[in-house]
């Protein structure tokens, strides 16, 4: 069975730069025909996504985010990650990993808990 | 960039149909993702390429997508299907996945 668990510090200073990682089991991302993303979710508000890594570690980004955003693979830890430089209050928000189905139309069919970055001095 | 228009909140009382409908410009020729999300919990994928059924959810989910609208439909709605509901479709445009900003199902 498919698991996602983000993790990574609660708190970020604004400007600084904001860091996560999913743990995927169930799956290998090293293997997989799939593409493995990040989204976010204001308080109160829709899902927005960040960007997705395939296994080859070609990455896609929202274009909106793509200047701020890194996302890589860490394939011997079964691990992907996501720094986003220069974060303010409006980057607070519930950070969901998830497994990006890829290709034309795609779709997120498994997703992690999420988890709380607030961007606060 | 592409928008997806969804109403606030959809109204239902058990054992009737929910409605949850997805607006945007010619979405008939896009693929169309819905998902669930329950208080303090991940959103859970229900129906993918407009009319599909992930393994595990029931058959009174579907989808149905033509012209600007796609609509999401909930049949002999129960208490456990109250929740958020939120579609999602690829922008070529952009090459960005867009979501709608969800509408709230409140069974009665």
């Known amino acids: 069975q498919l698991q996602l668990q983000e993790s990574g510090p609660g708190l970020v200073k604004p400007s600084e730069t904001l860091s996560l990682t999913c743990t995927v089991s169930g799956d290998s991302i090293s293997s997989s025909t799939y593409n493995w993303g990040w989204i976010r979710q204001p308080p109160g508000e829709g899902p927005e996504w960040i960007g997705s890594v395939h296994e080859s570690g070609r990455t896609y980004y929202n274009p909106s985010l793509k200047s701020r955003a890194t996302i890589s693979l860490d394939t011997s830890k079964n691990q992907f990650s996501l720094k986003l430089s220069s974060v303010t209050a409006a980057d607070t928000a519930v950070y969901f990993c998830a497994r990006d189905r890829g290709g034309s139309y795609s779709y997120f069919d498994s997703w992690g808990q999420g988890t709380l970055v607030t961007v606060s001095s | ?108």
């Open chain 2, 1 to 108: 960039s592409y928008v997806l228009t969804q109403p606030p909140s959809v109204s239902v009382a058990p054992g009737r149909t929910a409605n949850v409908t997805c607006g945007g410009h010619n979405i008939a020729n896009k693929r169309v993702h819905w998902y669930q999300q329950k208080p303090g919990q991940a959103p859970v994928l229900v129906i993918f390429y407009d009319n599909y059924r992930p393994s595990g959810i029931p058959e009174r989910f579907s989808g149905s997508n033509s012209g600007n609208t796609a609509t999401l439909t909930v049949s002999g709605v129960e208490a456990g299907d109250e929740a958020v509901y939120f579609c999602q479709v690829w922008d070529n445009s952009a090459d960005s996945y867009v979501f709608g900003s969800g509408t709230k199902v409140t069974v009665l």
